[in-house]
């Protein structure tokens, strides 16, 4: 069994956000640029994000701050407690593939907890994911919610805020 862990640090921001595109997921939490803009924002907030290979394949991406000068250190983006996004994973229409690598990475992620002590592990999702266009070179939104809950198994407490998106150029009755 190959696999490995590569730390954000050891990426530029061209590979890193290459690999990110790969996956899916709310990937526009992952770039680059948001991440750095996160753990530069505060002074103690140290960079935890990793990539995880399987077979030299990138198989899936954690983003995760933690807070070095907190009464209980927590894995979180920010000193008011913003919520690390959820893992992305890569896209396989198998979802007991999909089940084994959300376990190996909440696996890692509870490795380093323990390093570090961490009791909190603070994570969100939501569906607007944003997807590389190729035709317009450039990221556009899009609502994709059907992989949105499947990190529940591993929480212990969760809120579900209920959304709705209407297609305001049809009729009612469709």
């Not at 750095?36 to 907030?45: A, E, P, Q, T, V």
């Not at 935890?48 to 979180?76: D, H």
């Not at 380093?112 to 070179?137: E, M, Q, T, W």
Request: net charge positive.
């Amino acid at each position: 069994m190959n696999e490995k862990i590569k730390n954000f640090d050891d990426f530029n921001e061209s590979e890193w956000n290459k690999i990110i595109l790969n996956l899916t997921g709310h990937s526009h939490s992952f770039s680059w640029n948001f991440i750095k803009y996160y753990m530069s924002s505060y002074s103690d907030l140290k960079n935890l994000s990793f990539i995880y290979y399987f077979e030299n394949k990138p198989i899936a991406a954690a983003a995760i701050g933690l807070r070095t000068k907190a009464k209980k250190k927590v894995f979180s983006l920010g000193n008011n407690d913003l919520y690390c996004p959820s893992p992305l994973i890569c896209h396989t229409k198998n979802s007991l593939e999909r089940k084994k690598y959300f376990n190996k990475v909440y696996d890692i992620i509870k490795n380093i907890a323990k390093k570090f002590k961490v009791k909190k592990y603070l994570v969100h999702s939501h569906p607007i994911i944003n997807s590389f266009d190729v035709n317009r070179n450039s990221y556009t939104p899009k609502l994709d919610s059907i992989n949105q809950l499947e990190h529940l198994p591993f929480s212990k407490k969760f809120d579900l805020h209920e959304s709705t998106v209407i297609d305001l150029s049809i009729s009612n009755e469709k």
